[in-house]
């Protein structure tokens, strides 16, 4: 064995080792649950009812300001561009606010009896 292959296989095992840790990492991401849920569309077709279906399964916290703690989102930077442009012209469309404002009372709600059920243990 030489020199460069002796010390090259511990880099080689580390990026195969990587490479599969990644792999296991994404696929639990495509695993939906009130946690995380998969969201994928062709870049220039999302729709914002798309969006709210989503975040209509998910559990979302709220901070002691009020404010919903809404779960990250991993993208790839094309759809995240697009992500971007399409929440600002939603943001400005009075349906869709209305729709958004919505969604929070619910899930404002789903929060509060959450909390209010929850096991406080010493």
Known sequence: M??????????????QMAGEQAKIVFDKLKTPSPHG?????????????QVLAIWEKMEVNFGSD???QWPSIVLQP???A?????LQ?????????KKWE??????????DEREAHRRLVD
């Open 82 to 86: 697009e992500l971007l442009e399409k």
């Open 78 to 80: 094309e759809a995240r």
């Open 66 to 68: 009020g404010m919903p």
């Open 2 to 15: 030489s020199e460069e292959e002796f010390l090259g296989a511990p880099f080689r095992l580390g990026t």
């Open 37 to 49: 849920m998969p969201l994928e569309w062709k870049i220039g077709e999302l729709q914002f009812d």
């Open 102 to 111: 919505d969604l929070v009372l619910r899930k404002r709600k789903e929060f």
């Open 89 to 97: 012209k939603w943001h400005n469309d009075p349906e869709c606010r």
